[in-house]
């Protein structure tokens, strides 16, 4: 499954280093064939410490996590909307990513210039979020227009999905992120048909966004709470990353990044936070498949049957599928092996009913 997210950002607020940091994490691409090679997409291994111990018990000859790949997107300036800057291509790159990972500096440096000349990070994230609702504005609008033929001669399908536009279209001249209004979209009458609207207008402010307030050691702090207070108000998630360490931890071995961190007083992992936070947010999780030749990690959307998540490795085993043998990874390294497992009733049969649960090792059967 292939899932990206972006990496937006005001100039010098960290961006870049931020990508450099998680792209030293990354992984080879030739285990992943949906993946771009290109120099501004990193393929970042999901932390999961699941894999290594079923890798472990089951002697496997190679370990291959779940991953998430990373677009380092242009950087954004204001009025991009119209066109400033890179702005038509910063916009364009948005919209083909799952995630929006948008950093804002939350650090004092007289070395390293605000394009707004102050540290503000609420109005950062105002301008940037403004930029996407404007673009959306744009998008909506010309839908209305191609669509104002069909709507004045009454096509029914004109005017329903006419009806959703104009419900969008207000929230966007409220300046308002169309995220926070997906709940009562999805919740009301024309749901199924907001739901098909939103797929085919690929919106910028619909997209999850997951704040990344970026910090640096020695830099002078500003005051986060008013920040994390706004994005909460927005019904948004963040977290709190220092890139310029972790660029620096992601450098070193990992016997010697303990010790580096316990040199500076640094206790957490922000870009590993990341990470999980992005993968959290789309509402994914893993389960695995585990041998002498391989473990691996497949991810798939939450509530995925059994079927749905055979076809992460291949359509056979949705199309073919016939049962499979289920059981809990922490079940399984507890009995010690698939032996003990199936004699304390641990390993089940499921059929094409069972809700993959997180955490599950499955052998399908076609």
């Not at 870049?16 to 090679?37: D, H, Q, W």
């Not at 504005?137 to 209305?144: A, G, H, P, Y």
């Not at 169309?178 to 919740?187: G, I, R, W, Y």
């Not at 990470?275 to 995925?304: C, H, M, N, Q, V």
Request: charged share 25%; with cysteine.
């Amino acid at each position: 499954m292939n899932i990206s997210v972006g990496i937006v950002g005001l100039p010098n607020v960290g961006k870049s280093t931020l990508f450099n940091a998680l792209t030293r994490k990354g992984v080879p691409a030739e285990n992943y064939p949906f993946c771009t090679i290109d120099p501004s997409v990193g393929i970042v291994p999901v932390p999961d410490e699941r894999v290594g111990l079923l890798a472990d018990f089951s002697k496997s000859a190679k370990q291959i996590p779940a991953v998430i790949e990373f677009v380092d997107i242009a950087g954004l300036v204001k009025g991009a909307s119209a066109g400033e800057g890179l702005g038509n291509q910063f916009l364009q790159h948005i919209r083909e990513v799952d995630v929006i990972a948008e950093v804002v500096r939350v650090y004092e440096d007289s070395n390293i210039a605000h394009v707004s000349g102050r540290i503000d990070p609420i109005d950062d994230i105002e301008t940037i979020n403004l930029e996407l609702v404007l673009s959306d504005l744009q998008t909506v609008s010309k839908r209305m227009a191609s669509l104002a033929r069909d709507v004045k001669r009454g096509d029914k399908a004109a005017v329903a999905e006419n009806m959703i536009l104009l419900k969008l279209e207000e929230i966007l001249k409220a300046g308002q992120m169309v995220s926070s209004h997906l709940a009562m979209l999805m919740h009301s009458q024309e749901r199924e048909n907001a739901a098909n609207v939103l797929k085919n207008l690929h919106l910028l402010s619909a997209k999850p966004i997951l704040y990344v307030l970026n910090k640096k050691h020695g830099g002078q702090m500003i005051e986060t709470k008013p920040t994390e207070d706004f994005i909460t108000k927005l019904g948004a998630k963040f977290v709190v990353v220092d890139a310029k360490i972790e660029g620096e931890l992601s450098e070193l071995e990992i016997d010697d990044r303990a010790e580096f961190k316990q040199g500076l007083g640094v206790e957490d992992d922000g870009v590993n936070d990341l990470i999980k936070a992005s993968y959290e947010l789309l509402g994914l999780e893993t389960y695995f498949t585990t041998g002498p030749d391989e473990t691996r990690a497949w991810t798939i959307k939450k509530g995925s049957t059994a079927p749905e998540a055979g076809l992460a490795i291949h359509t056979d085993f949705k199309e073919k599928f016939i049962r499979a043998e289920v059981v809990f990874w922490q079940d399984l390294l507890e009995a010690g092996s698939y032996a003990a497992a199936r004699e304390k009733g641990l390993v089940r049969t499921e059929g094409k009913e069972y809700v993959v649960k997180d955490g599950d090792v499955i052998e399908f059967k076609i």
